[in-house]
């Protein structure tokens, strides 16, 4: 068993369905049940759902078969990955690292210190480490995520606690709000909540990929899966659910706009784990024999189906409560304890949804741990406990950080005024700045370079010869033989076509992800506004006459 599980010392998932359950973990996050319920209810509900699973097929998909691909064929982590295929010099990489640094330099030129100096400094990489910075900025990444991200998951655990001792009975959605705030302000409650989640993904991590993040996967996963389910049945069966339940599935096409259509987008790419090396350093413990296409399709639909399950399990329960359906950050720890606390038996419901947002966190957390501890194992020569160990403490002391900075900046001696003038004026405290670094930077800038590295540097041809390795039909079958059912009609067998799978995802990788990302990208950083303008208002008029009713 133990040489079924590593190879050339190397760890592997015990099979195709651990690692879709492993790598659907760490996409199914705090994203799936916070974020896309609220962009959802802000956008018009069943039309963003549908533009949202529009986007996952075009750019999400793509660009996680890029990642797994590169994953399994190197065999390392990510930095180890883009070092092992890098070419000795690269004209693209040098004309990107001069197209930051002039970036960088126009910022400077405009006082917006902060974001200059990070381009000149990104830029300046790419000229000394090529191709190989993409794999630094994935490992960066997911370190810091997880500083801030684990703060999020310790609060889950606290609230929690609270559902379980019925501490959440809220009349009013104000009053569940000024709980909140009292539980965030609470420095030490929260860092032990932290210390908590962190303790929980380094353990999983310390125990490897197949007894530990294998393991409690195949668990937490299901169980998953099986808190939602009930949690909809509660829903959907509440006087008055029939208004939430046609939010989700009546399309009102009016109210989506070109900002929806780029939220969608921007949360379709961060949902799947793209961008910070999660799915390279699981990719990288698949076997040959493993179907990357079917895999990374499986872990896309998983992922998208929490995500309309999501909206399922919280819109009925909260039309039928009487609440809004477009709240905003809020619905998950201010809406829904005050919707919980209207039921019957609220604790128990309570306790469910907050034990399911855990999991969520927890699946995503050792996923972010895993990159970070592998880059030590493989690049470092640490073993892997010292690395989840070592690690875990530290992302856990830069946690601290951020719980500190959203309560009490003065424990942090002048800190906020540095980084106030270094970005622009506004406030920006250490959680808001590596959020916003993170997520709004690094991760878009990560997957384009994956794109761009995958699709024009590596070469699609190599890429897709790897994914040949136990998925023959994905480069081989024309697609509209694959549509039609015909792909096993000797008549529509032949080797050579010139639209099938594969081909189309190139052209994908190519072309349309690196520009649909980058597109997101300038508008989320603020450098490309697709709004349009307000138009002028109209001259006053007389009121007009009530119609007769």
Known sequence: MKEAARQNGREYWSGRLGFILAAAGSAIGLGNLWRFPYITGQNGGAAFI?????CVAAVGIPVMLCEITLGRHTQRNPVGCFRQLTPPGSLLAHLIGAG????GLTLLCFRTLGWGIVLLLLGGLIFALSWRVVGYLGVLAGFLILSYYSMIGGWALGYLGKAIVNDLAFETVAQAKTSFETFAGNVP???GCHFLFMLLCTVIVYHG?????EATCKIMVPLLFAIVLILILRGVTLPGAEAGIRFCFTPDFGKLSGQSVLIALGHAFFTLSLGMGAMITYGSYLRKQDNIFVSGVSIAALDTLVSVLACLMIFPAVFAMGFAGGEGPGL???VVPAVFHRLPAA?????????????????????LLEVVTAYFVDERRWTRRRAAVV????????GCLSIVSRNDWQALAGLERVLTAAFGGARASFFDLIDNLTCNWMLPLGGLCI???????????RAIVEMRHGSENFADVHLWTLLAGLKEDPSHNARVHPLTLASLWAVFVRVVCPVAILITFLHTVGWLNLTPRAAAPAPERPPAAAPAE
Request: glycine share 14%.
């Open 50 to 54: 549908l533009v949202y699973l529009l």
């Open 100 to 103: 930051l640094v002039l970036a």
């Open 189 to 191: 409650l929260v860092v």
């Open 209 to 213: 990929v197949r007894r530990g993040i």
């Open 332 to 334: 998950l720890f201010q």
């Open 347 to 367: 604790p128990l419901w309570g306790a469910l949804f907050f034990l399911l947002v855990v999991l969520a966190a927890l699946t995503s957390g050792i996923s």
């Open 391 to 398: 690690m875990g403490a530290v992302i856990f002391g830069l």
């Open 451 to 461: 794109c761009v590295f995958v699709g024009w540097i590596w070469g699609a041809g």
